[in-house]
Structures are given as C-alpha cells and as structure tokens.
C-alpha cells in the first residue's frame, strides 16, 4: 500500500488512521457535515482531487453519499471504495440482517462527534425537527469498533435531541479493512 493516496469522509478519521497506522498512505479528510449539501460535497470532492496530485487517488466515501461520486473520482483518474456508506464500509452485509430487524438509524463515533454540525448546523433541525425525522426509526444503533471512547454525555444529549432509543454495538474492522485493501490496490 504504499504512495498511495486517499480522500476520505471525515467520519472514518479514527477508522483510517488505526488501520493503516504502519502504511505510506496520504489521506486528505473532508467535512463530516457536507453530505448534507451535495453541490458543497461535489464542490470539496472536486477540489480535493485537483490538489492531490498524481494518480491513484482512492476515495473512501460512500459511493451513494453523491449521485456523481464515480464520475466525480473517475474524471481524476480515481477509485471508488466499493460501499454504499460508512454504515456498508463497518457492517457489510451485516446491515441487512440489522435493517431487518428494525427501522434503524446507524451511527458512528466519528458521527457522534459531528452530529451538531450535521443535523442542527448543516440541516438547521431543531429538536422538533429532529424528533420528526428520527421518529421514522425504531433504534439507532451506535457502532463502537472499540478505537474511540464513546462520550456518554454527548451520546445522552443526541438521545435528548432525536428520542429514539439508542443500543451499542461492537463491530471490528475486518470488512473495512478489506474494502481498503480492494481500493488501494485495484
């Protein structure tokens, strides 16, 4: 994996930098908050291609978080990782065994240190907004891969925000891990 270079959505900071501690790769963080402005996104993504230069750029972000995400990497000579969402990237097909047992909002440590400038920046939702939005779910379920320590005072204060039941769960980074190893040397 070395000399290679990737662009990466915030959330997975803490994901990235213990998975590949010991390797010559240059990440380039974007916002966390910009999925929710997708011209914003094109804009950063689109930028952040054109100052890295060189080729074999892989972009870890989801490939649905834009509607151009492949033609955005691919007019750059880049890849994209092969999941839908950081959610996909964690769970694999993990995630359809857990959206079948409830509506289910997923959520990350790198989600939960962002969740204000996501949803009460970035969207502008108060707590009613919020409380209409999230009351679509019947859970969200916090993936803890055991890297960051979950802060339970911001994670009482998303609960106050959204009133939807929280559960955590551990997953390990084996499927992510693999994405990147596809990515990076596709």
Request: charged fraction near 25%; charge should be negative; proline fraction near 2%.
């Amino acid at each position: 994996m070395s000399g290679k270079k990737i662009l990466c959505c915030g959330i997975l900071r803490h994901e990235l930098e213990y998975l590949l501690a010991n390797e010559n790769v240059e990440i380039r963080y974007l916002d966390a908050a910009l999925h929710v402005n997708l011209d914003k996104l094109a804009n950063e993504i689109t930028n952040a291609l054109k100052q890295m230069s060189g080729d074999n750029i892989s972009l870890v972000i989801g490939n649905q978080c834009h509607p151009e995400m492949e033609d955005m990497a691919a007019a750059r000579g880049g890849r994209v990782i092969q999941a839908k969402s950081c959610i996909e990237m964690l769970l694999g097909e993990k995630m359809a065994e857990m959206d079948a047992e409830a509506k289910t909002f997923y959520l990350t440590s790198g989600w939960l240190e962002n969740w204000r400038k996501i949803f009460m920046e970035g969207l502008g939702w108060d707590a009613v907004d919020a409380r209409q939005n999230f009351g679509y779910y019947d859970r969200i379920l916090l993936l803890d891969t055991g890297i960051v320590p979950i802060d339970e005072i911001n994670l009482l204060e998303f609960y106050d925000y959204t009133q939807v039941p929280i559960e955590t769960i551990s997953v390990d980074l084996g499927h992510l891990h693999r994405l990147l190893k596809q990515v990076l040397n596709g």
